[in-house]
């Protein structure tokens, strides 16, 4: 594949999550698929469909804006922001209708044209902090 494709299909796949269409993604993760989001242990696709689903139903107007994309062969770098509104419950948090804005950089590996390995990295701490579950520090 080439690196516009699999640039392309990154950010259809974004585009996609945003608007909560996950079961939409068998058109664009391999059944090897594997990921590590926000601290977890390494996910199959369903953990990450899990993941993902819980992700939406907190924010339903989450977003990704994309600041810059890296596609180096069969990998994809991502980095930019996602926000939206918790007014739902996520990891035990339960809403709080404040926004999240919130730094992530994601890397996801295409192979034979599908996701096979995606890594996505944000602080943890600031997603607590800006959620109030924990303290700002002075």
């Known amino acids: 594949m080439s690196t516009n494709h699999n640039t392309a299909l990154v950010l259809r796949l974004y585009e996609e999550f945003d608007k909560g269409h996950l079961d939409g993604f068998a058109d664009f993760i391999s059944l090897d698929f594997v990921a590590n989001v926000l601290g977890t242990t390494t996910l199959d696709w369903a953990g990450f469909k899990q993941f993902g689903n819980a992700f939406v139903s907190a924010f339903p107007d989450g977003h990704h804006v994309f600041d810059h994309v890296v596609t180096d062969g069969e990998n994809v770098v991502t980095i930019g922001t996602y926000q939206g509104t918790q007014t739902g419950e996520i990891h035990g948090i339960p809403p709080?209708?404040?926004?999240?804005?919130?730094?992530?950089?994601?890397?996801?590996?295409?192979?034979?044209?599908?996701?096979?390995?995606?890594?996505?990295?944000?602080?943890?701490?600031d997603f607590m902090r800006q959620l109030g579950v924990i303290p700002t520090p002075e």
């Not at 926004?99 to 944000?122: C, F, P, Q, S, Y």
Request: avoid cysteine; hydrophobic fraction near 45%; charged fraction near 25%.
């Open 96 to 125: 709080t209708n404040k926004v999240l804005k919130l730094a992530v950089m994601h890397l996801d590996r295409i192979v034979n044209g599908k996701i096979v390995e995606h890594r996505g990295l944000a602080n943890e701490a």
